[in-house]
């Protein structure tokens, strides 16, 4: 084949580490399109972002000519980078170190779209760390519970 073509919609999402709640609502809208941004410079268009106060969802088309890991790392580096110069009381800011990512059919992205715009709505409910393990359950990821968090 002389065309190499690929689409893999993937749902990542990370949390601020130890999750506390620095992601305030002034800078939410900002912050979605600044990872707008670094997704489409990666060549990974994005389908949804939405956040809360602790943590990131984002559903995104990889590229073909990217390691997952690569964009996760231009995505934290790059956002937490942004986000510390917007005001003094973020100095501190800091994504935890590990992340999720989730592979999504075609036929799925409408639901995960759903899911990722709702998720303060979502949140009064559940929080992250039991989302999180819902998400590894229904993707059938074993892990280490002493290894998720930081």
């Known amino acids: 084949m002389a065309q190499s073509l690929a689409k893999l919609i993937t749902h990542l999402t ?3 580490k130890l999750r506390r709640p620095l992601i305030t609502p002034e800078v939410r809208a900002e912050l979605r399109a600044y990872l707008r ?3 489409e410079n990666l060549d990974s268009p994005t389908i949804e972002i939405n956040s809360v106060a602790d943590h ?3 559903l995104f088309c990889l590229s073909r000519k990217c390691s997952l890991a690569n964009v996760v790392e231009q995505l934290k580096k790059g956002s ?3 986000i510390k110069a917007k005001a003094p009381a973020l100095a501190g800011f800091y994504w935890q170190a590990g ?3 989730f592979s999504v059919s075609q036929s799925n992205v409408p639901a995960v779209r759903k899911y ?3 998720q303060e709505k979502h949140h ?3 929080t992250f760390q039991e989302e999180f393990r819902a998400l590894l359950a229904k993707h059938e990821i074993e892990y280490d519970e002493r290894y998720v968090w930081d």
């Open 14 to 16: 990370f949390s601020t």
């Open 37 to 39: 941004g670094i997704l």
């Open 56 to 58: 990131v969802h984002m």
């Open 80 to 82: 937490s980078k942004w």
């Open 99 to 101: 992340y999720g990512a």
């Open 116 to 118: 990722i715009a709702n």
């Open 124 to 126: 009064r409910k559940m």
